[in-house]
């Protein structure tokens, strides 16, 4: 068995955009922009950069909620973007979406219970009586009582609605679960409250878990390995010790700048980026962050780069990564 449980190869999503005026030719939007990555079993990979770089597209492809423009998803050997609606049904059962919106995500019509326990119904995977006892069990793992399962979305809290969330992704026993953004929309108080719940359930039923967000010190805190996107391209990849530590492209640099440090005594350079992050629909040419990057040469304005290794399973997209880090 290969200890590679999912990978995605030269993922691109584009969006065709209308002209405001007549005749004009539809452009594109350039989601996502050819991303590649390997994701370990029982490994937790965070994806983390600003709002609008395509973490959460990656998210909806790996699982096939969106289809890819082009590039595929191999998961556990099956390649999932070739898949007919039969088998892709079958195999949701053993990849789960945990999604942003904790309130949106759920049918305000249907009880706790039956919310949790459908995936059981929709995959047929016990009878009726077994439901019912799976479902208070899983409530019971994800911190939320009996007297729970009677009520209705609006009935709960921020954060008890993420557990439901969290819990109906995980009563079918899926072997990864894709996670978007799952604290963003709560109270930091709630905050690490689910992350260290996401933590026990990891280690109690052996997840691989892809974490997507915006904040780098909830990655730095939950993952394993770090990927950090910047406009639709992926800018770095390795252990989240290391992309901390040191990190080996500009805009990881400032991601990293940004968390706060604990210790009232320590002082960390902030580095202010200047400009606005480019349109996807009209990215610029060479790297992309160059229009942004206080060490951009004449090279990062013509030629994109790729991404190379430049320590042992440290992988960046930068010309100019050893001449302003080291190596």
């Known amino acids: 068995m290969s200890d590679v449980l999912l990978s995605a190869e030269g993922l691109v999503k584009h969006y065709a955009v209308r002209r ?46 969106i289809e890819p423009t ?30 942003q919106d904790p309130y949106s995500s759920l049918n ?34 994800v911190g939320l009582g009996g007297d729970h399962m009677r009520r209705y979305p609006h009935e709960l809290s921020g954060g008890q609605r993420q557990r439901v969330g969290i819990a109906r992704a995980l009563i079918s026993t899926p072997e990864l679960v894709v996670a978007d953004e799952p ?55 390795a252990s989240a010790d290391e992309i901390v530590m040191a990190p080996a492209h500009p805009y990881t640099a400032a991601l990293v700048s940004a968390v706060p440090v604990p210790d009232p005594t320590a002082r960390r350079q902030r580095i202010i980026l200047q400009g606005d992050v480019p349109s996807p629909i009209d990215p610029p040419a060479g790297c992309r962050f160059h229009t942004r990057c206080p060490h951009a040469g004449i090279q990062c304005a013509v030629e994109t780069p790729g991404l190379r290794e430049v320590r042992s399973n440290h992988w960046v997209s930068c010309h100019r990564s050893e001449e302003i880090y080291g190596s």
């Open 183 to 237: 604290v963003s929309a709560l109270d930091v108080s709630i905050q690490a409250q689910v992350l260290n719940l996401l933590a026990e359930l990891r280690q109690e039923m052996q997840l691989s878990m892809i974490m997507i967000s915006h904040n780098m010190a909830v990655i730095q805190h939950s993952c394993d390995r770090i990927a950090v996107m910047y406009l639709g391209q992926l800018v770095e990849i």
């Open 20 to 65: 405001q005026f007549l005749g004009g030719a539809a452009r594109q939007l350039r989601a996502v922009d050819g991303v590649s990555f390997t994701l370990a079993r029982r490994e937790v990979l965070g994806v983390v950069g600003e709002s609008g770089c395509g973490k959460s597209t990656i998210g909806r492809m790996l699982v096939n909620l």
């Open 70 to 99: 082009a590039g595929r998803v191999v998961f556990d050997g099956i390649d999932v973007t070739a898949l007919d609606k039969a088998a892709l049904r079958k195999l949701r059962r053993r990849m789960q979406f945990v999604f």
């Open 108 to 141: 305000p019509r249907l009880t706790i219970e039956r919310i949790v326990g459908e995936p059981l119904q929709i995959h047929d995977l016990c009878d009726a009586a077994e439901v019912m006892e799976r479902t208070a069990a899983m409530l019971l793992k």
